[in-house]
Nanobody, 121 residues
Framework: QVQLVESGGGLVQAGGSLRLSCTTS????????MGWFRQAPGKERQFVAS????????RYADTVKGRFTISRDNAKNTVYLQMNSLKPEDTAVYYCAADRTPLLTTTPAYWGQGTQVTVSS
């Protein structure tokens, strides 16, 4: 019932910015905890950021804190990940995730297909 579609990935130089979007179909995004994970080649999936049902509750991985910002536009059923000061180590496939829970769990029920982010040196 719930489908997540990511967009906004691409190739940027170190220090650049990208904004990822995750559009939710089937239900309004305000009814779900939303978040982002990423996975680089040869590495395990890594938590990036999340937002609870209540947008006031946000979490960030230490590696992105201060550089990335998660936000949502309920009218558009869209969650965003603004990524600034990108580093080569941010290169990964970024996945949008959602849960029917107040806070995003470590094993989200719903996943998008992913969008590639590549940061060149």
């Amino acid at each position: 019932q719930v489908q997540l579609v990511e967009s906004g990935g691409g190739l940027v130089q170190a220090g650049g910015s990208l904004r990822l979007s995750c559009t939710t179909s089937g239900r309004t995004s305000s009814s779900y905890a939303m978040g982002w994970f990423r996975q680089a080649p040869g590495k395990e999936r890594q938590f990036v950021a999340s937002m609870g049902w209540n947008a006031a509750i946000t979490r960030y991985a230490d590696t992105v804190k201060g550089r990335f910002t998660i936000s949502r536009d309920n009218a558009k059923n869209t969650v965003y990940l603004q990524m600034n000061s990108l580093k080569p180590e941010d290169t990964a496939v970024y996945y949008c995730a959602a849960d029917r829970t107040p806070l995003l769990t470590t094993t989200p029920a719903y996943w998008g297909q992913g969008t590639q982010v590549t940061v060149s040196s």
